[in-house]
């Protein structure tokens, strides 16, 4: 049996998801991740990666041998042997992770300083991922049914507008609404947009977890998006000097891309039964701290008792007690902070 919850990344520090250096010429020297249609993603490689470090880290500061060899166990039994062991063909990983896709941005407003910005391609993306995630989770059907319903209206609302749609933003209160004359406007990343206020937008936090800052939102058509999340997207110049002469060292200036803060994202996660049976994996990591089998057989057993159920609902369980992890990199510079919240 299989079961899946959602996973929302919450950045609470400017994060950098790296996709390495870009070619000479290119904007930024060290860009975020892009999925195929140019906005922000955190590649399920990434986000796996740190999921796995984060439990790795808990075998390595272990007080006991038994909290060791439990944490290796969890470790092995959910992601797979380590790759390149010698291990790696015995069996696979019991999870799935998928990308992480961009669901709301900050944008900048003239109104109230920032308001999140979505567009029903972004929308699309969580409609896709709740149809999934419902197949495991019946009681998520009521969320897929809502943004479903969402993302239609949305997009009836800009296909009436015809060739005026690409100025027009669709916001769910007047927080970050102004007057031009009689016109009510909404300037987003220094862009001015005709708002029209439509409360029903206020429900996508009922189809969210708590934790994030409920703001007003705006919706604006694909067009409009791509342009907009890219000015949302933090850009800091990074400098190496040389401490004896005070001079920038060869190679020592660059830029680097950030999501900004408070972006929320969106993954799904789905555990399947262990492809290996705990108490195997358990035995064979204890064997490595003890050399007398019955020894090793009851260390393995104490392990095990204390990590309780490793089935897949069990997994997801121990995934679920993560709160926050650093995601990206530049953690000495205060960079790649997020919240992980949990939903199924």
């Known amino acids: 049996m299989s079961v899946a919850k959602l996973l929302f990344v919450y950045t609470l520090t400017p994060l950098h998801p790296g996709a390495g250096r870009t070619v000479a010429g290119g904007p930024v020297d060290l860009p975020i991740q892009r999925d195929e249609f140019g ?13 796995r470090s984060n439990f790795t880290l808990k075998a390595k500061n272990a007080q006991s041998e038994e909290e060791q060899v439990a944490w ?11 790759p390149a062991s010698p291990e790696v063909s015995e069996h696979s990983s019991a999870i799935s992770v998928l990308d992480a896709r961009l669901l709301v941005i900050p944008a900048r407003s003239l109104k109230g300083v ?8 972004l929308l699309s993306y ?6 999934i995630a419902s197949e495991y989770a019946p009681q998520l059907k009521r969320n897929f049914e809502g943004i479903n319903k969402l993302e239609e209206t949305v997009k009836k609302v800009f296909e009436s507008k015809g060739a005026d749609a690409d100025r027009i933003a669709l ?36 189809l969210l977890p708590a934790g994030t800052e409920q703001r007003s939102i705006a919706v604006v058509t694909d067009n409009a998006a791509e342009r907009l999340v890219r000015k949302s997207l933090v850009i800091q110049p990074r400098i190496r000097l040389n401490y004896e002469k005070k001079t ?19 993954s799904l996660v789905v555990a399947k039964q262990p492809r290996q049976s705990p108490e195997n994996i358990a035995e064979k990591v204890a064997r490595g701290l ?14 095990l008792k204390s990590l309780g159920n490793l089935d897949a609902a069990g997994i997801l369980d121990r995934f679920s007690e993560l709160g926050f992890v650093v995601l990206g990199g530049k953690e000495t510079v205060g960079k790649g902070i997020a919240k992980l919240l949990w939903y199924a």
């Open 114 to 121: 920032w308001c999140y910005l979505t567009s029903p391609h």
């Open 290 to 303: 003890k050399k007398n089998e019955v020894e090793a057989k009851e260390l393995a057993g104490k392990a």
């Open 248 to 266: 920038v060292v060869s190679g020592g200036l660059w830029d680097e891309e950030h999501l900004p803060q408070r972006t929320l994202m969106v």
């Open 72 to 82: 290796e166990t969890f470790v092995r039994a959910a992601f797979g042997p380590e």
């Open 171 to 206: 916001v769910s209160d007047e927080r970050c609404v102004i007057r031009s004359g009689q016109r009510p406007v909404v300037v987003l990343n220094e862009e001015e947009f005709t708002a029209e206020v439509r409360s029903e937008l206020v429900g996508i936090w009922n």
């Open 39 to 51: 906005f922000p993603v955190i590649w399920s490689s990434s986000l796996k990666g740190v999921l």
């Open 126 to 131: 969580y409609r896709a991922y709740l149809e």
